[in-house]
């Protein structure tokens, strides 16, 4: 993302490492800023390495006890949650600086924070997608919508692994 946006990625006492590491390796994919969460179920299984990617080397993995708290005057509040009155995702329009807040995987965000969202947002499918799959989608929707100038040659030799060589052929008719 460009130098000017600001993207915080808030969990609400996410529960399962494995979907915390996934989130993280979303937040490294997406050139998120930070990844916020709070409550004590996350904490005591961060002991279960789950980011494959060690993206807490690169990206802040900080636990808070309120997740709005120390942000900009300017950094807009998004919840992401099947709420009722919520505005669809391809309705949206991603603010340049926010903080996307997202339900533990098992409750909805608290009421207190939806009340001091700027936006609540939901993505429309049908049932609920796990914690990771909606950052996931979230953070896709936010970058396919952006401005933002991508070197698609480099970026795909950049970004596969070394298992991936595949080259797409010039030729189609063969």
Same mark, same amino acid.
């Given at each position: ?8 990625? !808030? ?5 399962s490492p494995t979907n915390v !590491? ?5 937040? !490294?994919? $997406? =050139? ?15 002991? $279960? ?13 900080? =636990? ?26 391809? =309705? /949206? &329009? ?7 807040? /997202? ?7 608290? =009421?207190?924070?939806?009340? &001091?969202?700027?936006?609540?947002? $939901? ?16 953070? $896709? ?16 030799? &950049? ?14 008719? &063969?």
């Amino acid at each position: 993302m460009s130098k000017n946006t600001l993207t915080i990625i !808030g969990l609400c006492n996410p529960k399962s490492p494995t979907n915390v !590491g996934a989130v993280m390796r979303a937040a !490294g994919c $997406y =050139q998120a800023d930070e990844v916020r969460f709070n409550g004590e179920r996350f904490a005591k299984a961060a002991k $279960y390495h789950t980011d494959t990617k060690d993206m807490t080397r690169k990206i802040a993995l900080n =636990q808070m006890v309120s997740l709005t708290d120390n942000l900009d005057s300017d950094v807009k509040i998004v919840c992401v949650e099947l709420a009722e009155g919520a505005t669809p995702l391809p =309705q /949206f &329009q991603h603010p340049e600086k926010a903080i996307y807040i /997202f339900g533990p995987e098992d409750s909805s965000i608290p =009421q207190p924070i939806v009340d &001091q969202a700027d936006e609540v947002v $939901y993505i429309p499918t049908i049932g609920c997608m796990n914690l990771a799959a909606t950052v996931n989608v979230l953070l $896709y929707d936010k970058l396919a919508k952006s401005n933002q100038e991508i070197d698609h040659a480099t970026r795909v030799v &950049q970004s596969r692994d070394v298992n991936n060589r595949l080259k797409v052929s010039c030729d189609k008719s &063969q």
